[in-house]
């Protein structure tokens, strides 16, 4: 029975949702309904479920390299995937909700969307995002090894704090206790231990010893040996910092840089004494345009003289005529019309004269 259904469920769906809807329980009890399949049936069924072949199965894993995938990360990408976020869901370990990255994602989009491209082009990124605690100590070990071929062009902290550590002078004190401390802890337990005898046991010498060595000396002292304040033990101490040395720069950007710096200098002298010089270079063919331009000059005196002169004699000539017949003197009159016209022609023409020097 059951196995026919399974044929009909492919083949003929109608037919097996026929048989389907004749067991549907009617006013009849449900084992009574059940009765109708024999219990081997049942137990033949069940038995084939759990007893699968799967050695023949073959999983397939694609292989390779997908080059449609190696292309940086769009805003587009980033923001689809932001407003496919869901509200109202618990935070991981970074504390950023959902809500947040969708309420900033106006003004953060170009940082997340670089910060995703920086880590896949650098494939510098946790095996899970909620690791940020293990990637952050790795980040810091690898930081403290030397030997790392990453460090090449990053600048240590650590190694550059210890660098550049003050030292001390070794006094009696000092030393007292820092023979006391040696004498009670053992090498393996600290570095500091071993670093103190390299200093102090095995080259008596020394003068000088860094700070943080008698830092950890007295911290691990004996009161009843040493009662004395850490600034009473360095009282007759004195304090000896590294000089610093600046790393030497690039010739090339030295070159450059005086280039630049002359070239400024230059720029600002010319500009200070551009009105001061009397003497001026004449650049070729400067000559001819200084030529043209006294012409025009002369041509606008000349205009100017014969302007004030014509209205002069318009006044004068013009008052003459219409005094003619009244048989008086009228050259007084004739003077002062030729005087008035000549002023008002005089500062009007003076006036376009300046106009046209000031462009």
């Known amino acids: 029975m059951l196995d026919s259904l399974l044929e009909l469920e492919d083949k003929n769906p109608k037919a097996y949702w026929d048989i389907i809807n004749k067991f549907k329980y009617s006013d009849k009890d449900i084992s009574d309904q059940s009765s109708n399949i024999p219990s081997d049936e049942w137990y033949n069924y069940f038995n084939k479920l759990l007893n699968v072949d799967c050695s023949n199965e073959q999983d397939d894993f694609p292989t390779g390299f997908n080059v449609f995938l190696d292309y940086d990360i769009h805003m587009q990408e980033v923001l689809k995937a ?43 990124f946790p095996s899970s995002w909620t690791e940020i605690t293990k990637h952050c100590k790795q980040i810091n070990v690898n930081l403290q090894k030397p030997d790392n071929p990453k460090n090449k062009n990053m600048i240590d902290p ?33 570095n500091e231990i071993e670093e103190i005898k390299t200093y102090i046991i095995k080259n008596e010498k020394n003068t000088e010893i860094p700070f943080k060595l008698v830092h950890f000396a007295y911290k691990n002292r004996k009161p009843e040996k040493c009662s004395l304040y850490l600034n009473e033990l360095l009282e007759d101490s004195n304090l000896i910092l590294k000089e610093y040395i600046p790393p030497t720069r690039n010739p090339e950007l030295e070159a450059r840089i005086k280039k630049l710096k002359t070239q400024q200098e230059n720029k600002d002298y010319k500009k200070m004494t551009k009105n001061v010089g009397t003497f001026k270079v004449h650049e070729p063919g400067s000559i001819g345009k200084e030529l043209k331009t006294l012409n025009n000059q002369m041509i606008g005196v000349f205009n100017f003289v014969l302007t004030v002169g014509g209205a002069f004699v318009f006044g004068y000539m013009a008052t003459k005529y219409a005094f003619a017949d009244s048989g008086q003197d009228s050259f007084p009159l004739q003077l002062m019309s030729g005087l008035v016209l000549g002023t008002i022609v005089f500062f ?5 004269l300046v106009k046209e020097d000031m462009r």
């Open 158 to 190: 650590f190694h550059f704090r210890y660098r550049m550590e003050p030292k001390v002078k070794v006094t009696e004190r000092i030393r007292e206790l820092l023979q006391d401390v040696t004498e009670r802890l053992d090498t393996d337990t600290t």
């Open 82 to 124: 932001i407003k496919s976020l869901k509200n109202n869901t618990s935070v991981g370990f970074d504390c950023i909700s959902n809500e947040m990255l969708k309420h900033s994602s106006v003004n953060m989009l170009n940082c997340i969307c670089k910060l995703f491209n920086i880590i896949l082009k650098s494939t510098l």
């Open 348 to 352: 009007a023409d003076l006036y376009f």
